[in-house]
């Protein structure tokens, strides 16, 4: 039994600020790689970042900048700051997490940026 949690999510204006963060809770002994996707209403879930167990990270092209992913092993959380706000980030954020050999993802956080 494997949950993540996502927390953080709601209504910001252009330009502004929002932490996300993830728990990952339940029959843990190890977590690989954990990352961030995002979802707006008519498009494919897109990677948004990921971090790998020894904290190499990747970005896509359109946040890269404005958005640091990282990652608490002690406390099995992985947070997305997001900074510089746009209107098009505005999306369903879901985390995921590889444990042991199989991939969890969380039920997602709204996240929406206001003109």
């Known amino acids: 039994q494997v949950q993540l949690v996502e927390s953080g999510g709601g209504l910001v204006q252009a330009g502004g600020s929002l932490r996300l963060s993830c728990v990952v809770s339940?029959?843990?002994?190890?977590?690989?790689?954990m990352g961030w996707y995002r979802q707006a209403p008519g498009k494919q879930r897109e990677l948004v970042a990921r971090?790998?167990?020894?904290?190499?990270?990747n970005y896509a092209d359109s946040v890269k900048g404005r958005f640091t992913i990282s990652r608490d092993n002690a406390k099995n959380t992985v947070y997305l700051q997001m900074g510089s706000l746009k209107p098009e980030d505005t999306a369903v954020y879901y985390c995921n997490a590889v444990v042991g050999l199989s991939t969890f993802w969380g039920q997602g956080t709204q996240v929406t940026v206001s003109s």
């Open positions: 971090i790998s167990s020894g904290g190499g990270t």
């Open positions: 339940g029959n843990i002994f190890r977590i690989n790689a």
